[in-house]
């Protein structure tokens, strides 16, 4: 169920609670007091009444001298009789202790009563004054031009005023009364009559509107709407007693069956309107059936008004709209829950309407008291109901409107696209391979020499700097690659590597990348992991570090101020067979998408303009797409202009046994952290390792006195936290010399005054490095494998005989160092032309020769087929081993290589290791050659 649904169902919830459960109100006394300032009176409970079948019901001067009858005291402030075909007396009596207003209006803020005789009687008994009113006589018939029973009154100060209504109605019989002095009541009536314009002329607006839209588009939804608003409009403005007094002042026909033969319509028309709007016939023919026959039955009970009495029908029919109102509410939430794009708005708006009508529905029946809330809030949930369909339907159109032409423009490009399918395929092919040589060639350069750097004698930043710049390289090879396979990926046949990977190690090698710029843009970059996530997950780590790569640029692109985080949670546990659902979420604060581009952003390789200049290609997101359905899983985006974006991946895995403890059990920690966010961030990670933590925002609370003295394991803070020796040394007191951890952010300067046993975290954190750093108490960078393995010696490198064939002076360069860090002195030529001939003059001198593939004169290819042929032409020359280099890495490529006779290929950029593994190769392949 959609987040609105579940808003627009408690909301009616919660209405309903509260007008069942009303505040029982008091006894008051049966003499009315107005006091000296008082300008309004409310009757209190204690209104006297009595009813009489309408053949029995004696007269006003049999009521006010015969004391015996039997009248009955309301216990409510507002008397509600519900449905009754007897006419009833109200009694009350008033007196006037407010000396500067004499003359008051009797209100009875009801104009559905069919008739109402107001008799004003004085302290003598004397009848002073008689008015008539309501909505089965003419209105000529009242004394004043109001839409409701108003009556003048003239109060003497300090004398008792005894007041006899008569009413009998085929509605509801209701009698909401007040006294009211005349300047109160003209400046109110003023008010009122502002009020009720601004919303019958809203009514009128949007039913002009939908009208119009429905000749534009001849949708029938829109007509049957037009018809409800009518109808609904209609039914108010008798409600209000505007009809009468506007419409047909002298029709008393039509004013005493008007609400007869429109209740029946408030029964079909929205019934009929449900039925079309969410196309129940075609989506859910099981709801339509039910709508059908609320739809029946409101026809039946129009068709019956001219044969059957309004004290018989009405009552009927205000049960049908209840009825109505929860079953539309129901289908809303029905739909809404099958992701039913129309359902949602729709419900919300249905949910408004029904809280006014089921109050006033409820409270004409007497079951929840009639006051102003329960009277007026009808008009209020009509309105918001109203202009939110509006829009639903303005929606809904536009959405089919966008449907039909995507349908047309993609029979259009489908067509186009078969037409020319080959000659593109051919040219896309031929683009990528192009593009992947020119990219791959310098990148050769940058991995190789970075490949080496890092495995000198470097400080901690350099060495982060370099690993930085290292995992950049591999990324970006990583893009590269599923460049080259994109049309592979279109087509199915890209190979996932499934394999168990630590969860912690794949969100740290994304983070890392983004470290420095994090840093430069001042846009902190927090993650958070459940503790619940599996700490050991089977997928495709390649795959998954693309995806939330991209994610995580597309975050940084696109946001200047705020933050970055990164989430993962789980989103369905662990079931029988070690399978989950994760969630993972990139949210960031930059500047949002609107409807349009996120509907766009996954389906087309296109552009997307954000703000100003700035683009997001959308190729990115759209092999994010693709490779998200290939591991299963789904991607998708909410966001909304200038409000930031939200990219989720839904991911299901398969989760490693893994009986390992948590590596801080029994161990506390104190953060301290001024960002709420980062708090949250480490608190999360260090329970999910089994530690128990404190969390400070500033450094006075954590050494605020009345805090318990107690011992802890770790203290983790930020940089200006620490920022002196007396604060550390504080701390340590504090909580009995704990191991000091400080949070560095990435690329700025250590201060000189901090102690040198404080241990440094970078952020960004890294997940595996904090814990690393608590577990053993070294620096981030204090202990690395790569550094441990500086330089790899192979067995006998020393005495191998190298040619390098590279025309590139760069790509010469990271080779030649490459194989002097494994011992091997090369030689160096240009082209192929001069490894030829190397190899015809010193024929049993060469082990192995680097062969770039491109090179001008002689290319690779031309070349290591002129040294086979001369192999083969004597005898006796022994076989050099012949490693291809190429920045092309397509198979295509491969199988040239091999067809040209090369023994070995290495797809650039090239790294020590795999240099390391191909002299492997060849030794171990020439050494089976000597044996034999």
Same mark, same amino acid.
């Given at each position: 169920?959609?987040?609105?649904?579940?808003?627009?169902?408690?909301?009616?919830?919660?209405?309903?609670?509260?007008?069942?459960?009303?505040?029982?109100?008091?006894?008051?006394?049966?003499?009315?007091?107005?006091?000296?300032?008082?300008?309004?009176?409310?009757?209190?409970?204690?209104?006297?009444?009595?009813?009489?079948?309408?053949?029995?019901?004696?007269?006003?001067?049999?009521?006010?001298?015969?004391?015996?009858?039997?009248?009955?005291?309301?216990?409510?402030?507002?008397?509600?009789?519900?449905?009754?075909?007897?006419?009833?007396?109200?009694?009350?009596?008033?007196?006037?202790?407010?000396?500067?207003?004499?003359?008051?209006?009797?209100?009875? !803020?009801?104009?559905?009563?069919?008739?109402?005789?107001?008799?004003?009687?004085?302290?003598?008994?004397?009848?002073?004054?008689?008015?008539?009113?309501?909505?089965?006589?003419?209105?000529?018939?009242?004394?004043?031009?109001?839409?409701?029973?108003?009556?003048?009154?003239?109060?003497?100060?300090?004398?008792?005023?005894?007041?006899?209504?008569?009413?009998?109605?085929?509605?509801?019989?209701?009698?909401?009364?007040?006294?009211?002095?005349?300047?109160?009541?003209?400046?109110?009536?003023?008010?009122?009559?502002?009020?009720?314009?601004?919303?019958?002329?809203?009514?009128?607006?949007?039913?002009?509107?939908?009208?119009?839209?429905?000749?534009?588009?001849?949708?029938?939804?829109?007509?049957?709407?037009?018809?409800?608003?009518?109808?609904?409009?209609?039914?108010?403005?008798?409600?209000?007693?505007?009809?009468?007094?506007?419409?047909?002042?002298?029709?008393?026909?039509?004013?005493?069956?008007?609400?007869?033969?429109?209740?029946?319509?408030?029964?079909?028309?929205?019934?009929?309107?449900?039925?079309?709007?969410?196309?129940?016939?075609?989506?859910?023919?099981?709801?339509?059936?039910?709508?059908?026959?609320?739809?029946?039955?409101?026809?039946?009970?129009?068709?019956?008004?001219?044969?059957?009495?309004? @004290?018989?029908?009405?009552?009927?029919?205000?049960?049908?709209?209840?009825?109505?109102?929860?079953?539309?509410?129901?289908?809303?939430?029905?739909?809404?829950?099958?992701?039913?794009?129309?359902?949602?708005?729709?419900?919300?708006?249905?949910?408004?309407?029904?809280?006014?009508?089921?109050?006033?529905?409820?409270?004409?029946?007497?079951?929840?008291?009639?006051?102003?809330?329960?009277?007026?809030?009808?008009?209020?949930?009509?309105?918001?109901?109203?202009?939110?369909?509006?829009?639903?339907?303005?929606?809904?159109?536009?959405?089919?409107?966008?449907?039909?032409?995507?349908?047309?423009?993609?029979?259009?490009?489908?067509?186009? @696209?078969?037409?020319?399918?080959?000659?593109?395929?051919?040219?896309?092919?031929?683009?990528?391979?192009?593009?992947?040589?020119?990219?791959?060639?310098?990148?050769?350069?940058?991995?190789?020499?970075?490949?080496?750097?890092?495995?000198?004698?470097?400080?901690?930043?350099?060495?982060?700097?370099?690993?930085? =710049?290292?995992?950049?390289?591999?990324?970006?090879?990583?893009?590269?690659? !599923? =460049?080259?396979?994109?049309?592979?990926?279109?087509?199915?046949?890209?190979?996932?590597?499934?394999?168990?990977?630590?969860?912690?190690?794949?969100?740290?090698?994304?983070?890392?990348?983004?470290?420095?710029?994090?840093?430069?843009?001042?846009?902190?970059?927090?993650?958070?992991?459940?503790?619940?996530?599996?700490?050991?997950?089977?997928?495709?780590? =390649?795959?998954?570090?693309?995806?939330?790569?991209?994610?995580?640029?597309?975050?940084?692109?696109?946001? @200047?101020?705020?933050?970055?985080?990164?989430?993962?949670?789980?989103?369905?546990?662990?079931?029988?067979?070690?399978?989950?659902?994760?969630?993972?979420?990139?949210?960031?604060?930059?500047?949002?998408?609107?409807?349009?581009?996120?509907?766009?952003?996954?389906?087309?390789?296109?552009?997307?303009?954000?703000?100003?200049?700035?683009?997001?290609?959308?190729?990115?997101?759209?092999?994010?797409?693709?490779?998200? !359905?290939?591991?299963?899983?789904?991607?998708?985006?909410?966001?909304?202009?200038?409000?930031?974006?939200?990219?989720?991946?839904?991911?299901?895995?398969?989760?490693?046994?893994?009986?390992?403890?948590?590596?801080?059990?029994?161990?506390?920690?104190?953060?301290?952290?001024?960002?709420?966010?980062?708090?949250?961030?480490?608190?999360?990670?260090?329970?999910?390792?089994?530690?128990?933590?404190?969390?400070?925002?500033?450094?006075?609370?954590?050494?605020?006195?009345?805090?318990?003295?107690?011992?802890?394991?770790?203290?983790?803070?930020?940089?200006?936290?620490?920022?002196?020796?007396?604060?550390?040394?504080?701390?340590?007191?504090?909580?009995?010399?704990?191991?000091?951890?400080?949070?560095?952010?990435?690329?700025?300067?250590?201060?000189?005054?901090?102690?040198?046993?404080?241990?440094?975290?970078?952020?960004?954190?890294?997940?595996?490095?904090?814990?690393?750093?608590?577990?053993?108490?070294?620096?981030?960078?204090?202990?690395?494998?790569?550094?441990?393995?500086?330089?790899?010696?192979?067995?006998?490198?020393?005495?191998?005989?190298?040619?390098?064939?590279?025309?590139?002076?760069?790509?010469?360069?990271?080779?030649?160092?490459?194989?002097?860090?494994?011992?091997?002195?090369?030689?160096?030529?240009?082209?192929?032309?001069?490894?030829?001939?190397?190899?015809?003059?010193?024929?049993?001198?060469?082990?192995?020769?680097?062969?770039?593939?491109?090179?001008?004169?002689?290319?690779?290819?031309?070349?290591?087929?002129?040294?086979?042929?001369?192999?083969?032409?004597?005898?006796?020359?022994?076989?050099?081993?012949?490693?291809?280099?190429?920045?092309?890495?397509?198979?295509?490529?491969?199988?040239?290589?091999?067809?040209?006779?090369?023994?070995?290929?290495?797809?650039?950029?090239?790294?020590?290791?795999?240099?390391?593994?191909?002299?492997?190769?060849?030794?171990?392949?020439?050494?089976?050659?000597?044996?034999?």
């Amino acid at each position: 169920m959609s987040r609105d649904v579940r808003f627009g169902f408690l909301l009616v919830v919660a209405f309903f609670l509260q007008i069942l459960v009303t505040q029982a109100h008091g006894h008051g006394p049966g003499m009315q007091i107005i006091g000296d300032q008082q300008q309004i009176l409310y009757p209190k409970s204690g209104i006297k009444y009595f009813c009489f079948p309408a053949d029995k019901t004696p007269d006003i001067n049999a009521v006010r001298k015969s004391s015996p009858l039997d009248w009955q005291t309301t216990e409510e402030s507002v008397a509600n009789l519900g449905f009754t075909s007897d006419k009833c007396w109200f009694h009350l009596t008033v007196r006037n202790h407010n000396p500067l207003h004499q003359n008051w209006f009797l209100l009875i !803020d009801y104009a559905m009563l069919g008739e109402v005789d107001a008799y004003q009687l004085d302290a003598g008994g004397n009848i002073v004054s008689h008015y008539q009113a309501g909505m089965d006589r003419d209105f000529s018939v009242r004394s004043n031009n109001y839409p409701i029973p108003a009556f003048p009154a003239s109060l003497p100060t300090g004398v008792d005023s005894d007041f006899y209504i008569l009413v009998r109605s085929a509605h509801s019989i209701q009698l909401p009364l007040s006294l009211v002095s005349k300047e109160q009541f003209e400046s109110g009536f003023l008010t009122r009559t502002l009020v009720q314009g601004l919303f019958f002329g809203g009514m009128l607006v949007m039913i002009l509107y939908n009208l119009s839209l429905f000749f534009t588009v001849r949708e029938k939804a829109y007509l049957i709407y037009v018809c409800w608003s009518l109808a609904i409009t209609l039914y108010l403005a008798v409600l209000q007693g505007y009809a009468q007094r506007y419409l047909w002042p002298h029709s008393t026909l039509i004013s005493s069956h008007i609400i007869h033969f429109l209740l029946p319509l408030l029964v079909l028309l929205p019934s009929l309107f449900t039925l079309h709007f969410l196309s129940l016939n075609q989506k859910a023919p099981r709801l339509a059936v039910w709508m059908k026959g609320l739809v029946i039955t409101g026809g039946i009970l129009f068709l019956a008004t001219p044969f059957t009495s309004r @004290e018989f029908l009405i009552p009927v029919s205000v049960l049908a709209i209840l009825v109505m109102d929860f079953s539309i509410l129901w289908v809303g939430l029905v739909r809404s829950r099958h992701n039913d794009p129309d359902a949602r708005i729709f419900t919300v708006a249905w949910a408004c309407f029904i809280m006014g009508a089921a109050s006033m529905a409820l409270n004409k029946y007497g079951v929840v008291p009639r006051n102003s809330f329960t009277e007026n809030l009808l008009q209020v949930g009509v309105f918001v109901e109203v202009v939110l369909l509006s829009l639903a339907l303005a929606r809904r159109i536009n959405r089919l409107k966008e449907a039909h032409s995507d349908s047309i423009r993609d029979r259009a490009i489908a067509e186009m @696209e078969a037409f020319k399918a080959g000659a593109r395929n051919h040219a896309k092919s031929e683009f990528l391979a192009t593009m992947s040589h020119e990219i791959r060639t310098p990148m050769n350069g940058i991995m190789g020499m970075t490949d080496l750097l890092r495995r000198t004698a470097l400080t901690q930043q350099q060495a982060q700097y370099v690993s930085t =710049i290292y995992q950049s390289t591999q990324s970006l090879l990583t893009v590269i690659n !599923d =460049i080259l396979d994109y049309s592979r990926i279109e087509s199915g046949k890209l190979e996932l590597d499934f394999q168990d990977v630590a969860l912690e190690s794949v969100v740290d090698d994304c983070v890392r990348l983004f470290a420095l710029r994090s840093s430069e843009k001042k846009v902190p970059l927090h993650i958070h992991i459940d503790s619940r996530v599996p700490d050991i997950i089977r997928t495709d780590p =390649i795959r998954l570090k693309q995806i939330l790569t991209n994610l995580l640029s597309n975050a940084f692109k696109f946001t @200047e101020r705020g933050s970055v985080a990164f989430h993962v949670t789980l989103k369905q546990p662990v079931n029988n067979n070690n399978q989950c659902v994760l969630m993972i979420e990139v949210v960031d604060t930059g500047t949002g998408l609107d409807e349009a581009q996120q509907a766009s952003l996954f389906e087309t390789v296109s552009e997307v303009r954000h703000t100003g200049d700035q683009k997001g290609a959308g190729l990115g997101l759209v092999i994010c797409k693709r490779l998200s !359905d290939l591991l299963g899983g789904d991607i998708g985006v909410s966001s909304s202009l200038g409000r930031g974006a939200t990219f989720w991946l839904s991911l299901p895995v398969k989760v490693a046994q893994s009986t390992t403890k948590p590596v801080l059990k029994n161990r506390t920690a104190v953060v301290i952290s001024s960002t709420p966010a980062q708090l949250l961030s480490l608190s999360q990670l260090l329970s999910r390792w089994g530690a128990k933590t404190l969390e400070f925002r500033d450094v006075e609370s954590a050494l605020d006195p009345s805090i318990p003295d107690q011992p802890v394991d770790f203290v983790i803070a930020e940089q200006h936290v620490m920022a002196t020796s007396s604060t550390v040394e504080r701390l340590r007191k504090q909580f009995h010399s704990p191991t000091l951890v400080l949070l560095h952010p990435t690329g700025t300067p250590l201060s000189d005054t901090l102690p040198e046993d404080l241990l440094l975290i970078e952020t960004p954190l890294s997940c595996q490095a904090l814990k690393r750093s608590l577990v053993t108490g070294k620096d981030e960078f204090a202990v690395e494998s790569a550094l441990a393995e500086q330089t790899v010696i192979l067995d006998q490198a020393n005495r191998l005989n190298v040619i390098v064939a590279e025309d590139n002076p760069v790509n010469q360069l990271v080779i030649e160092s490459i194989l002097k860090s494994l011992g091997v002195q090369p030689t160096l030529v240009g082209n192929g032309e001069e490894a030829f001939k190397l190899v015809n003059e010193q024929p049993n001198y060469w082990d192995i020769c680097f062969m770039d593939c491109e090179m001008p004169v002689m290319d690779g290819y031309l070349a290591t087929s002129s040294i086979r042929q001369m192999e083969a032409e004597q005898s006796s020359q022994p076989h050099c081993w012949i490693i291809g280099l190429s920045a092309h890495a397509t198979g295509d490529y491969v199988q040239k290589a091999r067809d040209a006779g090369m023994d070995d290929y290495l797809s650039k950029p090239v790294a020590q290791q795999q240099v390391s593994e191909a002299i492997k190769r060849a030794q171990l392949s020439r050494s089976n050659d000597v044996s034999a």
